[in-house]
């Protein structure tokens, strides 16, 4: 109906344009017409008249003068006739005009004065006049004027018939457009769409799909969209079959995804072959101590996903030895075992100069692309020196891996985030018969601001190197092909989610990355209650509350850490009552601290949280705990056991892992997550609290929600997001992400 609406309104508004464009230009041309003949008409009078009026004026018979111009002045649209002498005074005029009037219109004013012809428009007497002079001679001599004024109100009046007519017009035909258009739309596409739509509402139900199918209309306009419905119909039949088998296997096996079941499963389907993961992050650093050496597992949703998959995998993982101590800690062969507690695979590491790192890593990866990525108005920064080590330290990481792949028959390689999108199309162009997947663990932006990079199409056609890329959601997939299709000649196929270019197919999935449910639902000994957990964190603080409050982030600007605290000072004063009483613990792990605006952000979130704390603190509580430091495993999920809520609130995120890793360790189905909306994790956990972290005073309600919640209400939204969690963990997205690695067909990208 809506439809409908809008074509009778463009139809009518079409119409009523072009009668008013006609209409203004008949009322001008008409105008025109009747102003040219008055003013012919006026003309030919006063020239008429001109011989009399002189000779009765030079003889000064004023009485026939009088008779002459009252008999003149009593013609149709003749308003009246005037005769000046030559010094404006009147000598003989028509009953009612007043000489005063008369002496004061511009016209006869200017015949006087300069004795020459003069004509125009005025109002007399509330009546648009026109008023035509002539100068009178005798002999060369002027000897007075001859004025005409002529009634031109009925032009108007003749102006606005044609309007009304014109209108009146409009409003028939538009009933009739009305209609017309009622009457064609009804029967030419309301009724087949109507049988269409009941026809598929059949097929969806699965009830006798060919029913409908002979009446559906033909020779119509809607016949091409019924051909292409009618396959689908059958496709779906075939896939509702196939889909109802196969549910019917899964009941008959396991359904949840853990270690053992993955490790079987991708041994099954790797058959023996090694996985080659490449990061710039390493799994473990080595830190050097005093005169020890420790070893640290760097913050970073990358590390917590796939460190249990290699676990399993028992692959090789490449990455750049970042550590202090890493050198002395690898064999010949820049390799060793980890973790060190339990080895389970290979940890080979890249070195890279300072000058490397510089402009690699801090220049065009975290400067650059990452900003970027993230929608959090901070400006990219690109410089030339940057780019050149970008790509000398992709090639870098190309020659190390093909080292390792040398013998390796069409091996299987992981590529993993921002920091290497020149790595596939570098492997591929070596070794055409390995499968090469890349893995993007930030968001993916839209073409217009993808194009603020100088090299863009260089990142793009070095990412469609691989044979598949994952990113978290359908978003991002979307953003990627779109932006594909702005600056690359390629083919894209949106049904199949593929990019073709040079006989090379390129496959976009999304593969949304979780924790290892099963470790983060281990229980810690040492703290094994909600009570304890949270008793052991406030003694560590020295501090006393009722209720806590945790954040794990890595100290970056796209973390929304600000407005977290901005709104835990705005909860405080919407709810005095919880002062003393509720304090958040924030775990911030600092990195990237070379760049300036990181440097500077923790300058800013240490001012603020200490502003927060003056305001509010007494001698044995604050509000905000900052702790800057690598935290631990065992310390983070100390905090995630012991806290009633737990605040997520990226300003952009591609997932988010810190949300689902509390979720998963609460055993006890108890604690609430505020959630950002504009993380992906927020795609899955619906239960959370989602709130804009821009919207401070919805922050700060979310919190006070969260710590007035009834046990019940904490207990039903936990229990389905651990359910998620529980069934979409790593292992599910390892599988699924190594499993159409595994299956790509090499020899159809040739």
């Excluded at 559906?216 to 196939?242: D, F, Q, Y």
Aim: proline letters at 4%; aromatic letters at 8%.
């Amino acid at each position: 109906m809506k439809i409908t609406i809008r074509l009778i309104i463009s139809l009518v508004l079409m119409v009523a344009v072009v009668a008013v464009g006609f209409t203004f230009y008949q009322v001008n041309s008409e105008k025109k017409t009747l102003m040219s003949d008055i003013e012919r008409r006026s003309a030919v009078l006063a020239e008429s008249l001109h011989e009399t009026i002189t000779l009765l004026v030079t003889s000064n018979s004023n009485a026939k003068l009088a008779r002459l111009v009252k008999q003149f002045g009593n013609r149709e649209r003749l308003k009246g006739v005037a005769i000046l002498d030559v010094s404006g005074g009147v000598m003989a005029s028509t009953p009612g005009l007043e000489p005063a009037v008369l002496a004061n219109i511009p016209e006869i004013v200017k015949v006087v004065t300069e004795k020459s012809k003069a004509d125009g428009l005025t109002i007399l007497n509330d009546k648009e006049t026109y008023v035509y002079s002539i100068p009178l001679s005798s002999d060369d001599k002027a000897i007075g004027t001859l004025v005409l004024l002529q009634d031109v109100s009925f032009i108007n009046t003749r102006l606005k018939d044609i309007w009304r007519y014109n209108i009146l017009r409009v409003l028939i035909l538009s009933a009739f457009i009305t209609v017309i258009t009622l009457f064609v739309v009804r029967w030419s596409i309301e009724g087949p769409i109507a049988l269409l739509a009941e026809w598929i509402k059949e097929i969806r139900s699965d009830k006798g799909r060919n029913n409908l199918s002979e009446k559906l209309p033909k020779g119509t306009m809607l016949e091409p969209l019924i051909s292409e419905v009618t396959h689908m119909a059958n496709s779906l039949a075939l896939a509702r079959a196939r889909a109802e088998e196969e549910a019917s296997l899964r009941l008959k096996s396991e359904s949840l995804w853990t270690a053992s079941r993955l490790k079987e499963y991708i041994g099954r389907e790797l058959g023996g072959k090694k996985l080659f993961l490449i990061s710039n992050r390493e799994p473990y650093m080595d830190m050097k101590e005093g005169r020890s050496i420790k070893t640290i597992v760097p913050a970073g949703g990358l590390v917590t996903a796939l460190d249990p998959v290699m676990r399993i995998c028992d692959g090789l993982w490449l990455a750049h030895g970042s550590g202090d101590a890493d050198r002395e800690t690898v064999d010949n062969d820049d390799k060793l075992r980890v973790p060190p507690e339990e080895p389970a695979y290979t940890l080979k590491r890249v070195w890279l100069t300072k000058e490397d790192e510089d402009g690699y890593y801090y220049g065009f990866s975290n400067e650059g692309l990452w900003p970027l990525c993230h929608i959090t108005h901070t400006r990219p920064l690109f410089r030339l020196e940057d780019w050149i080590a970008y790509q000398r330290v992709n090639e870098k990481f190309a020659v190390t891996l093909l080292k390792e792949i040398e013998h390796e028959e069409a091996p299987l390689i992981l590529i993993q985030d921002y920091h290497l999108a020149l790595l596939p199309l570098l492997i591929k162009k070596r070794r055409p018969d390995a499968k090469v997947a890349i893995f993007w663990h930030i968001p993916w932006p839209n073409p217009e601001s993808y194009g603020i990079c100088p090299w863009r199409q260089e990142l793009l056609l070095g990412m469609l190197g691989a044979d598949l890329i994952g990113f978290h959601i359908q978003v991002h997939c979307n953003n990627f092909l779109d932006t594909v299709d702005s600056f690359l000649e390629s083919k894209s196929d949106w049904a199949q989610f593929k990019v073709v270019r040079g006989g090379h197919s390129t496959l976009v999935r999304p593969f949304p990355i979780s924790v290892a449910f099963d470790n983060a639902d281990k229980k810690i000994e040492f703290e094994p209650e909600k009570n304890s957990a949270m008793e052991s964190v406030l003694k560590d603080l020295g501090i006393h509350a009722e209720y806590l409050g945790v954040g794990v982030d890595r100290i970056d600007y796209t973390k929304g850490i600000a407005e977290r605290f901005m709104a835990i000072a705005r909860f405080f004063e919407k709810h005095p009552e919880f002062i003393g009483r509720f304090t958040f613990v924030e775990l911030g792990a600092p990195s990237r601290t070379h760049i300036k605006r990181y440097h500077d952000l923790i300058a800013e979130l240490d001012e603020l949280s200490d502003k927060i704390n003056w305001r509010y603190k007494t001698k044995t509580w604050k509000p905000i705990a900052f702790l800057k430091a690598h935290h631990g495993h065992k310390t983070i999920m100390n905090h995630y056991k012991g806290a009633d809520l737990c605040i997520v609130s990226s300003l952009h995120d591609g997932m988010n892992l810190v949300a689902k890793e509390f979720v998963a360790s609460r055993d006890d189905n108890d604690g609430v997550l505020i959630l950002s909306q504009f993380a992906g994790a927020a795609r899955e956990l619906s239960d959370a609290i989602i709130v804009n972290p821009y919207d401070i005073e919805v922050m700060a309600d979310a919190i006070y929600h969260a710590l007035t919640m009834s046990p019940e209400e904490r207990a039903t939204r936990m229990e389905k997001m651990r359910a998620i969690v529980r069934e979409n963990n790593i292992y599910r997205w390892a599988g699924n992400l190594i499993t159409d690695l595994a299956r790509l067909r090499i020899e159809d990208n040739g």
